[in-house]
């Protein structure tokens, strides 16, 4: 099965809030596109991907994010992270009505396209699947295969509430990079750990993160 990735990405000043003791508002809006520029290189290069949409109103984003192949759709609803995500779905199926959609976190720096492939292969056998994040409290992949809604419910214990929708949860493992979301210092040491693409890397120099 092939799959269109919905990723969603707030204005690059509001984005990643939570990084401001880290980042600082200065270097912040720049680590939040290279997390969403290493996000979107990697989703594009897997093989279960057919195609990426990004749903922003950043105009940087925006042209930064279509040079790496994704196809930008403007948040109209400018409603928060769940109405960008329905509404990025029904504009993927507004041309594909057969397509099959997941939404994917834009802060997966460490994203490695192989072990996103092996996710988006597990979820193929359900309507609706998600991944837990490493934290084990939130969601970073939501599938709706052919047929089905994406209905997402993200935001705070997004795994509960996914798993009350009748979402199945994957449980592959040794898919750690799919996991591995950033909205912390502590989390972005983390995907250091893993290996992060090059434009994070780029943006993580420029900071002085403790050990």
Not at 1 to 21: C, D, E
Not at 138 to 167: C, I, K, M, V
């Amino acid at each position: 099965m092939q799959w269109t990735l919905v990723i969603p990405l707030k204005p690059l000043a509001r984005a990643k809030s939570r990084l401001a003791a880290t980042a600082g508002d200065g270097l912040r809006p720049g680590l939040a596109l290279a997390f969403a520029q290493d996000t979107v290189a990697a989703a594009v290069a897997c093989p279960a991907v057919r195609d990426v949409a990004v749903v922003t109103d950043d105009a940087l984003a925006r042209r930064e994010l279509s040079a790496l192949g994704a196809r930008v759709v403007p948040d109209a609803p400018g409603e928060g992270l769940n109405a960008a995500l329905r509404y990025g779905s029904e504009a993927v199926r507004a041309h594909r009505p057969e397509a099959a959609v997941a939404a994917l976190n834009a802060d997966l720096p460490a994203l490695r396209p192989m072990e996103l492939a092996r996710v988006l292969d597990s979820a193929a056998l359900f309507p609706r699947a998600f991944l837990p994040d490493s934290a084990g409290i939130g969601t970073t992949l939501l599938t709706a295969s052919t047929g089905s809604e994406l209905s997402p419910a993200f935001g705070a214990d997004s795994r509960a509430r996914h798993s009350a929708s009748g979402a199945a949860e994957i449980t592959v493992e040794g898919v750690d990079s799919v996991r591995r979301d950033v909205d912390t210092g502590e989390d972005l040491r983390a995907a250091l750990a893993l290996g992060v693409g090059p434009r994070t890397a780029e943006a993580a120099a420029r900071l002085l993160i403790a050990d």
